[in-house]
């Protein structure tokens, strides 16, 4: 199934401890081209969603960025009431012995150590979040993929249908224009006929026919059209054999319009050109 580079997914996930939400952006690119913005706390996990990117994706310029937001829940202060209740004896204790002494204040009683969980979020936990948020925004990635590939497809189903046309009629046409370049050649050489050998004649005139004879780029173009058909069904990334193609296509509408020799003919032949353009632009979105 002929999938696009080009797609766009946003998903979110909320989790205890915060909130995360992860963006894939891609476009048309030659090659596999990925950039990230991660929040600094879950830096690490680069090599891991890049792995997964190219098990997924085989082109395309990719943009992730991964937003965490942490949950009021974790940013919340917490009093570790034992430590405080032993602090609080130690400080009774040695108030007996030094009356005179200051008690210390609520604030240097936070900074003294065991007072406040300072554990901070589980990051495993956050890393299997974001593992998780990846994979689905994988699947929505791939849906668009192929949405917009089944409509590139289309497209270029449609310029085929119309290079089938365009062949066609070049066929139709080919008997008379033989005939026709034939006349016009007689006609051209009827006031210098007796100084030419006849047998030397007819057979310049059989090379000029020969060279006019456009059967063979027809039969090409056909097998270039099966070919670039065959690939749209194909599964995987086909982008760079399409291109190929395009190019092989293009190769057969030139010498088509060098060899015209009738109006007709060249008007063919532009045509052709303009589908394969055209084509070619929806391919470079190809995977």
Known sequence: MTRSMTAFTRQSLDTDQASLALELRSVNQRYLDVHFRLPESLRDLETPFRERLRERLA????????????????????????????????????RSHAPEA???????????????????????ALRRAALELLTAALDDLDAGREREGERLAALIRERLAGIRGQVAEVRAHLPDVLARQRRQILERLETVRAELDPQRLEAEMALLAQKADVAEELDRLETHVVEVERQLQQKGAVGRRLDFLMQELNREANTLSSKAVVTETTRCAVELKVLIEQMREQIQNVE
């Open 102 to 124: 200051a008690m210390p204040d609520l604030m240097a009683l936070l900074g003294y150590p065991g007072v406040t969980d300072d554990r901070g979020p589980d990051t495993d």
């Open 59 to 94: 082109r395309g310029k990719v943009e992730c960025t991964l937003r965490l937001e942490s949950s009021a829940a974790s940013d919340t202060v917490a009093i570790n009431g034992e430590r405080v209740e032993q602090l609080m004896a130690a400080l009774t204790q040695l």
